[in-house]
C-alpha cells in the first residue's frame, strides 16, 4: 500500500518530521494514525477536511468518537494489531467532535490496517475515502410533482373506492348463504376477504405516508396470495411459475400493501400474454446492497416476469407515472399505485423490458422491527 510505505521507515509518530507530514499532508486520502487503544495520534489535513476537525482537537480523542463505530472499530483495531486488514463500506460519520457535531453526516469507505513503526513497534492506520452521496433513481425532471399527484389521486380515489366495497361485501354475504354447494361459496369467501383487505388497504393509503411501524411476515406467502387471485381471475389461462429461494427471510413491512403492489403487476403481466401464456414470479436475498441512498445487510429481491411483447421504449422511463398506459382501457394508475406502496415501506421497484422478456423487481430491504 502506498500510504503505508511512504511512512513506514519513520519512527512512530515522534519521528515525524516536517518532510513526512508534508509527504502525509499532501496525500487526497485522509489519514488517521492510532496506537492499539484506538487513540488518535495523528491526522492529515485530508483528514481534518473530511472530518471538520482540527488536529489538535483530534489528538488524544478515541477514534469511535470521531468515527462514531463503536464495537465494530474496536474489533477492527483489535485485528489490525493481529495483521488484519477491515474494510468498512459506506459508514456514516457525523463531521465535528461528537459533542460538536452539527454538520449533515458524510458517508466514506474505512479501511483498517497494521504498519510497522520498526522494529517490534507499529500503528494503526486509518484510511478514509468519502462516497459521494448516491442521487435518487431520476424518473424524470417532474418526478416529485407526479409523486403530489399520485397521492392526490389516491385521496380522491378513496371516497371512490370504500363506498362500493361496503355494498360488495354486503352483497357477497347474502349471495353466500343462497349458494346450494360449498365449492360455490369459496368464491364469495374470496369476495368477502379481498373487500376487507381493500378496505384496510384503503385506509392506509389514504394516511399518514411514512409507516410507523412494521410486521414481519413470509415474502412467499404474499405471492401465493397473488398467484390464486390472477389464477382464479384468469380461469386457469395463466400458469404461473415459481422460482422462490426458501432461504431468505422475513420482509419487514406492511402486507398488505405489498400484496397490492404485486397484484398491480402481476396482473398487468397477464394480460400482456393475454391471458395465455406463463409468467414467473422469481425471489432472492441480495447483501450489502444499497436501495436509493442507504447499504442494507440484506435487501429481498422479488421479481415478475412475463414473456409478452414488451413495453414500448418511449413509454419504460415513464411507465411509473400516474396516468401512463398504452392500453385503451387502462387508467394508468396500477403501477404509479406500485411505486408508491413499495416506496413507502423504503423499498424501490425496477422494470426491464424488451420484447418476450418483461421484468419488474422489487427490492425491499430487511430492516429491525425495533
Request: net charge negative; hydrophobic share 40%; proline share 4%.
Amino acid at each position: 500500500m502506498v500510504i503505508t510505505s511512504a511512512i513506514a521507515n519513520t519512527d512512530g509518530i515522534s519521528s515525524v518530521g516536517p518532510s513526512a507530514a508534508e509527504l502525509l499532508n499532501g496525500l487526497v486520502t485522509a489519514v488517521l494514525l492510532l496506537d492499539s487503544h484506538r487513540r488518535v495520534h495523528y491526522l492529515n489535513s485530508a483528514a481534518e477536511g473530511l472530518l471538520n476537525i482540527s488536529a489538535n482537537r483530534a489528538v488524544g480523542q478515541l477514534a469511535e468518537e470521531l468515527l462514531g463505530m463503536g464495537a465494530v472499530l474496536q474489533g477492527a483495531v483489535l485485528a489490525a494489531t493481529t495483521g488484519s486488514t477491515t474494510t468498512f463500506r459506506e459508514i456514516e460519520i457525523q463531521q465535528g467532535s461528537a459533542s460538536h457535531g452539527k454538520e449533515e453526516p458524510i458517508r466514506a469507505d474505512c479501511t483498517i490496517s497494521q504498519f510497522s513503526a520498526g522494529v517490534d513497534s507499529f500503528w494503526v492506520l486509518a484510511e478514509l475515502v468519502e462516497v459521494e452521496p448516491l442521487a435518487p433513481k431520476a424518473v424524470g425532471s417532474d418526478w416529485h410533482e407526479h409523486h403530489v399527484a399520485t397521492n392526490e389521486i389516491i385521496q380522491a380515489l378513496a371516497y371512490e373506492i370504500k363506498n362500493p366495497l361496503g355494498g360488495l361485501r354486503g352483497a357477497a354475504q347474502l349471495l353466500n348463504r343462497q349458494l346450494p354447494t360449498a365449492d360455490l361459496q369459496d368464491y364469495t369467501d374470496i369476495i368477502i376477504r379481498e373487500s376487507d383487505r381493500l378496505t384496510k388497504f384503503v385506509d392506509r393509503m389514504t394516511g399518514p405516508r411514512k409507516l410507523h411501524s412494521r410486521e414481519l411476515f413470509n415474502l412467499h406467502e404474499a405471492l401465493e396470495h397473488v398467484r390464486n387471485l390472477i389464477e382464479a381471475e384468469f380461469k386457469g389461462k395463466i400458469q404461473i411459475q415459481r422460482d422462490y429461494d426458501p432461504s431468505i427471510p422475513d420482509a419487514s413491512g406492511h402486507k398488505e400493501y405489498l400484496i397490492q403492489a404485486i397484484l398491480n403487476v402481476a396482473r398487468n403481466a397477464a394480460q400482456a400474454v393475454d391471458g395465455r401464456g406463463d409468467i414467473q414470479f422469481r425471489t432472492r436475498v441480495r447483501r450489502q446492497f444499497t436501495v436509493g441512498q442507504r447499504r442494507y445487510r440484506h435487501v429481498l429481491e422479488a421479481s415478475i416476469r412475463d414473456a409478452g411483447p414488451g413495453i414500448p421504449l418511449e413509454l419504460q422511463e415513464k411507465i411509473f407515472l400516474p396516468m401512463i398506459t398504452d392500453r385503451p382501457n387502462g387508467m394508468g394508475l396500477g403501477l404509479a399505485l406500485a411505486r408508491e406502496m413499495v416506496n413507502r415501506q423504503g423499498g424501490a421497484i425496477e422494470c426491464t423490458s424488451c420484447p418476450g422478456d418483461t421484468r419488474f423487481t422489487f427490492f425491499l430491504p430487511v430492516v429491525s422491527n425495533s
